[in-house]
């Protein structure tokens, strides 16, 4: 039998990307999947493809810093579905600016969808997880969950804070036998890394491939970029994992960036 068989798993922000590599994988192993993301007309053309190969899905427009739209789409995957097994929290976006430029709206706009957005999402999905007595929720943080770079301050605070939700849900979640762990991938060649690359060389000066090469992978073991699969791979352990063993517990994905 398939890992997911029968569950129903809600991925934010996967119309593209690491949260679509993690939707596609999830439902290759059973699960029905519910495509949370800010733009509608992509998770519907994303459903469509998954729902191609024989799986379940449902498209929802999700703001995830909207309560309204969150609980609203909570709702309606439980009239369709009738149980939420999975949440994974990977909506984001990334801004960099040096801290002393930075821009409070632009700081408040990431804060809300990183740390708002994953608040408001778990608590939404605890009402059916604990009345069902079963539950993993998943938050995808990044190495900056453990590191610091600059240019980044909202970012690396939004990441660091979600290991600190993550372990109080841990500890609340465990008598619902509810689990909580963060996945934390290096830099993964999305459209959300791509737009960095430019910004990032104007901002320090080097050429883009000095910040690819440099700044992004230098500190790999292998100069290769994490995948998309690598990080969908991640979730799929801390989902699948039988027991509450690993509770509470990230994971980096970083070819070796970052250790612990």
């Keep these: 039998m398939a890992r997911f068989t029968d569950q129903v798993a809600i991925i ?23 495509i949370a993301d800010l ?34 789409g909570v709702a309606k995957t439980m009239a369709t579905f009738g149980r939420i097994d999975v949440l994974v929290s990977n909506a984001g976006i990334q801004i960099v600016k040096p801290l002393h430029e930075f821009p409070f709206a632009d700081w408040k706009k ?14 939404a999905c605890l009402k059916p997880m604990y009345a069902a007595k079963r539950g993993s929720v998943i938050y995808i943080g990044s190495v900056h969950s453990k590191e610091a770079s600059k240019l980044k301050a909202p970012y690396v605070t939004a990441k ?30 999305t459209p959300l890394v791509e737009k960095q ?42 989902a699948g994992h039988p027991t509450n063993a690993l509770t509470g517990q990230s994971m980096v994905v970083s070819h070796g960036w970052f250790m612990e």
């Excluded at 590599?21 to 999947?33: D, K, L, N, S």
């Excluded at 053309?45 to 190969?53: F, L, Q, R, S």
């Excluded at 290991?163 to 060649?189: H, I, Q, S, T």
């Design 12 to 34: 934010t922000g996967s119309a593209s990307g690491i949260g679509k590599e993690i939707a596609t994988r999830m439902a290759a192993e059973g699960a029905a999947v519910v």
């Design 39 to 72: 733009n509608m007309a992509a998770a519907q053309a994303t459903a469509k493809e998954i729902g191609a190969t024989g799986a379940r899905t449902l498209a929802i427009a999700m703001d995830v810093t909207n309560e309204e739209q969150v609980e609203a």
């Design 197 to 238: 690359i430019p910004e990032q060389a104007k901002t320090l000066g080097i050429s883009e491939e000095d910040v690819v090469k440099k700044v992004m992978l230098g500190e790999t073991v292998d100069g290769e970029f994490t995948t998309t699969a690598d990080v969908a791979e991640a979730v799929m352990f801390f």
């Design 110 to 123: 990431l804060l809300a969808i990183h740390l708002d957005g994953a608040f408001l999402t778990t608590r």
């Design 160 to 189: 660091h804070g979600l290991l600190g939700l993550c372990r109080v849900l841990a500890k609340e979640g465990a008598e619902y036998n509810v689990r909580a762990n963060v996945v934390c991938p290096g830099f993964v060649r």
